[in-house]
């Protein structure tokens, strides 16, 4: 395990109150068998959706006020076709409907004299993403990532999404990924650039 690994899994670690053994961490390559050694060592079973299902229904309900959409919204739905994503009062509109911090698409602006996406096309950025293919589910798993420390007590994780929320949320924070990039299958080290 590299340094970056040795901090996130202590960052975990911490975060949950628990000592995942080297042996079982030298095993947890994917953002899932990181959930499951968690569940494990807190004897979390249930596999409910709460959170996701109580957020998403605050979703749609905040796009249909802001008169985006009267359609019925389902989680495999995209949210590109629901959501204008280029407008920065959209997202401004939707942040303040959910009272909710609502991570913004990573993407590279055409013609745009902005420093940080002159610095990507320099670079040659592109997300390991597209946008137009984002679901509502992964949306909703963003959200709620990007806000774990308001939406979930510690001390008081009951379901694996929430344990799957924490860890999304606390990867980004360490390593500096986009929340759009961290999925149940992502390997940290191969897909995330964790050492």
């Avoid at 968690?38 to 802001?66: G, N, T």
């Amino acid at each position: 395990m590299g340094l970056d690994s040795i901090e996130l899994l202590m960052e975990i670690e911490n975060y949950f109150g628990i000592r995942i053994p080297d042996t079982e961490a030298e095993k947890l390559y994917t953002i899932q068998t990181m959930v499951d050694s968690v569940a494990a060592h807190l004897d979390i079973k249930d596999e409910s959706m709460k959170l996701r299902d109580q957020i998403f229904q605050k979703l749609v309900l905040s796009i249909q006020e802001l008169g985006w959409t009267t359609q019925s919204i389902q989680l495999s739905d995209l949210v590109s076709s629901y959501i204008p994503q280029e407008s920065k009062d959209v997202w401004k509109s939707l942040k303040k409907s959910l009272n909710l911090s609502v991570p913004e698409f990573e993407l590279m602006r055409k013609g745009s004299n902005k420093i940080s996406d002159k610095l990507k096309k320099l670079i040659n950025w592109t997300p390991s993403y597209e946008w137009e293919y984002i679901t509502f589910e992964q949306f909703v798993a963003a959200i709620c990532a990007n806000n774990y420390n308001e939406l979930l007590e510690k001390n008081n994780i009951k379901t694996k999404y929430e344990i799957f929320i924490a860890v999304v949320g606390i990867t980004v924070d360490k390593i500096g990924v986009d929340y759009y990039e961290v999925a149940p299958d992502k390997s940290f080290t191969t897909d995330l650039g964790v050492d």
